[in-house]
């Protein structure tokens, strides 16, 4: 903005702050001010309403003084009597009078001795009182023309009631206008209609800017001086709508302290907001003044608070003046640094600084016991003021946000520009990606084909191999059952062959009557036919086995207990045993979980599992214990006690007590049955080759080898696992892994 211009919108703001100064003052309202001839006395009785009562030797006073200074004696009075008489000439015959009241008291109203109005509670006490102000409301009066007329008013203070002169209202003990009817409402309505139209006016264009900028804010979270302003807004108007309750629409004389002074603070703290908003906006840090601020701020709370005459107005005119002072220094900073738009800002101050000035002289020259917006002047004063500054701030963020979103579409169509480029970047990328898609697509068909023809002679190569692995493991299968079956088949042959030579002695011991002899070879031909029988039953026992080895079981599984099964096999194994090893004893200790509970089982399979189980237990125990006996016999150090199964050497140190423990153990969804015994144990590294057909660790006519391999297909088949543990003390932990299955039948458990 040039110089020239500048000049122009001075002079202007000049010629509309002298408009408004121009302005009458108040309202003028037709009337009497009923203010001097007042007369009163202490106490209370209701016949001094009487227009007969004699009142002079009453006190004269001037009710419509202020009340916290001139009058504040009257605070301790419990009652107190007012009484004006008016000379029936003063008034005009055939016109309709109304009395406009304002009071800081609790009063009735008495005209001719009659009572025409009550505003407050006078109560039965002085503590039960309190004060209202009708503010300037008409009370319709009526007159006999050339009469005299008695207005007496029976008041009460309330105590402990806080005074303020906020926004320079008075408050008088009681002020009377004696006004025609007409002028009076029109007078109360223009005053009512004009503070409305002002607050809607005011408010709503504050509204409009909170919405404005907490959307701005919202859009560009980044900028935060949108947030500040929109605060500044919020508490704005929250303080105009305390202002107009504590001006117009409360009448509770204890309550005017709290709405002014909290109106007062909505302002200091708006301002404080606006000046942090244009600060931050222009990226200034929070110097000396902004702390100045925020004190002098607090100050002026304090003034407004707790000095009664004239506290509001040197608060508020200095904290602003303050303010308006740092936001004209933040502007000429930011036109010296040329930032777009500052320009409004320092427009927006000399508005401001202006129409401050106008209003406050406004303000001094008003009656007070008017409020102070109730004449057009200090209203159109006051809305600039409040206004300029605001408004200059909210253009310049609103610029700043256009300038913001300018740059934003510039940048917006540039990356559009990009993207083009790069979408015809990518289209030529993609067109080149076609081609060699379909170079790479007929390259892959042709490895396809050659990778099928490959594909196809692995197959061939895998199938000969698997046929050649199933021919090796059954040549292998073939070789064990041979083999095993190869040593009995040879015993009964070679007893066979000598039997037949012994047949052939033994008739030619008969032809020659050798009686004796032919007994003695016939009992060498029954040994013979027994080791026979013997080998012939020992090969028919790896057929059966080997039977039992192919062939699944065809047995149903049903739920089973666990614990009754193990305790049943357990006992007969052990029976069993000792039926055939008549000097074997052992200690068996059964450890059964009692949550084992049932397992779906082919119980026969599982019992034929336990039985293989715990007889190579009692046979690696029956082992290792004839082994310590032995080694023990030949030093000549120990003696069996058969009866126990203990062998205990000569100095106590040493035992072979046969020990087998059986414990089962129910763990979330799976049962494991254990066997442990004290034998002579499984060597480590041929712990891996148990489980195969045909391998044992007995020696030869004590084995099959297909009890463990049997066992471990049994187990598996119902879908658990065998495994051995290791055992540090000796021995061997052989364990049977079950699952439990979590939907079990309602059946009742079998054991079988």
């Not at 503590?127 to 409301?137: E, F, I, L, M």
């Not at 917006?412 to 993207?419: P, S, T, V």
């Not at 293989?612 to 237990?617: F, H």
Request: charged residues 20%.
């Amino acid at each position: 903005m040039s110089t020239r211009n500048v000049i122009f919108l001075l002079l202007g703001i000049i010629v509309l702050a002298v408009a408004a100064a121009s302005i009458p003052g108040h309202l003028d309202v037709p009337g009497v001010a009923l203010e001097k001839g007042w007369k009163y006395k202490e106490g209370d009785d209701k016949a001094w309403a009487a227009s007969s009562y004699d009142d002079r030797d009453w006190k004269a006073i001037v009710p419509s003084r202020d009340i916290h200074d001139s009058l504040s004696e009257l605070e301790n009075v419990a009652r107190i009597w007012l009484r004006y008489t008016i000379d029936g000439n003063d008034v005009k015959a055939n016109e309709n009078y109304s009395l406009n009241i304002r009071q800081s008291v609790a009063s009735e109203i008495y005209l001719n001795g009659k009572m025409i109005r009550r505003f407050g509670v006078l109560g039965n006490d002085t503590q039960s009182v309190r004060a209202y102000d009708p503010g300037w409301k008409p009370i319709p009066v009526f007159f006999s023309p050339g009469a005299k007329q008695v207005i007496a008013v029976r008041a009460a203070m309330q105590p402990g009631v806080l005074y303020t002169k906020t926004f320079n209202t008075l408050n008088p003990l009681l002020t009377v206008e004696l006004v025609p009817t007409n002028e009076a409402i029109s007078f109360f309505n223009y005053t009512e209609n004009t503070a409305l139209n002002y607050g809607f006016l005011l408010n709503g264009t504050l509204l409009m800017l909170l919405i404005l900028h907490a959307a701005l804010f919202f859009l560009y979270p980044a900028q935060r001086a949108n947030l500040y302003f929109a605060l500044y807004a919020l508490v704005v108007i929250i303080g105009n709508i305390s202002q107009g309750v504590h001006l117009y629409y409360n009448h509770k004389v204890d309550l005017k302290f709290f709405f002014g002074n909290f109106a007062f603070l909505g302002y200091n703290i708006g301002m404080l907001f606006l000046n942090y908003s244009l600060q931050i906006f222009l990226l200034r840090k929070n110097d000396i003044f902004f702390r100045l601020l925020i004190f002098l701020g607090v100050v002026a709370t304090f003034l407004d608070a707790f000095i009664y005459e004239g506290g509001w107005l040197i608060g508020a005119v200095f904290f602003q003046i303050i303010v308006y002072v740092n936001i004209a220094r933040l502007a000429i900073q930011a036109v010296r640094s040329r930032v777009k738009g500052s320009w409004i800002i320092a427009v927006g101050v000399m508005i401001t600084s202006v129409f401050f000035a106008t209003f406050i002289m406004l303000v001094r020259n008003h009656d007070e016991s008017r409020t102070i917006f109730s004449t057009p002047a200090i209203l159109i004063t006051n809305l600039v003021n409040a206004m300029g500054i605001v408004v200059a701030i909210s253009l310049f963020l609103a610029l700043d946000f256009a300038y913001t979103n300018k740059s934003l579409q510039e940048t917006i169509r540039k990356n559009n520009d990009l993207a083009e480029a790069n979408r015809r970047q990518q289209q030529e990328k993609q067109e080149i990606l076609v081609s060699m898609n379909q170079e790479l697509e007929k390259k892959v068909e042709e490895r396809t084909a050659e990778l099928t023809h490959s594909l196809e002679h692995l197959r061939s190569a895998q199938a000969q191999l698997i046929q050649s692995e199933k021919m090796a493991s059954l040549g292998e299968l073939t070789a064990g059952v041979a083999h095993e079956i190869q040593n009995p088949l040879n015993f009964v042959n070679n007893f066979s062959d000598l039997n037949r030579e012994l047949i052939a002695e033994l008739q030619d011991e008969l032809k020659k009557g050798e009686v004796k002899e032919a007994i003695s070879i016939s009992e060498s031909l029954k040994e013979n036919e027994e080791k026979i029988n013997h080998h012939g039953k020992r090969a028919d026992g790896i057929v059966k086995s080997m039977l039992q080895h192919s062939r699944s079981s065809s047995g149903q599984k049903e739920l089973t207990d666990v614990n009754k099964l193990v305790d049943e096999y357990v006992r007969l194994a052990y029976h069993g045993y000792r039926a055939k090893q008549k000097d074997f004893n052992a200690a068996i200790d059964i450890d059964l979980d009692p949550n084992a509970g049932v397992v779906p089982m082919v119980a026969q399979d599982i019992g034929r599992v336990l039985l293989n189980v715990l007889n190579n237990a009692f046979y690696a125990c029956m082992e290792r214990s004839s082994a310590a006996v032995n080694r023990r016999d030949r030093h000549g150090v120990s003696t069996i006690d058969k009866a126990v199964g203990e062998t205990i050497s000569s100095d106590g140190n040493e035992s072979a007590r046969n020990e087998v423990a059986v414990s089962t153990k129910r763990t979330g969804d799976t049962i494991v049955i254990t066997v442990k015994d004290n034998g002579s144990g499984i060597p480590r590294h041929i712990r891996e080759k148990i489980f195969q057909p045909f391998f044992t660790t007995k020696p030869t006519g004590h084995g099959t080898g297909l009890g463990l391999s049997l066992s471990y297909d049994i187990i598996k088949t119902h879908g658990g696992r065998m495994y051995i543990d290791d055992n540090g003390g000796g021995g061997t932990i052989m364990n049977i892994e079950l699952p439990v299955e979590k939907q079990q039948t309602s059946s009742s458990p079998i054991l079988t």
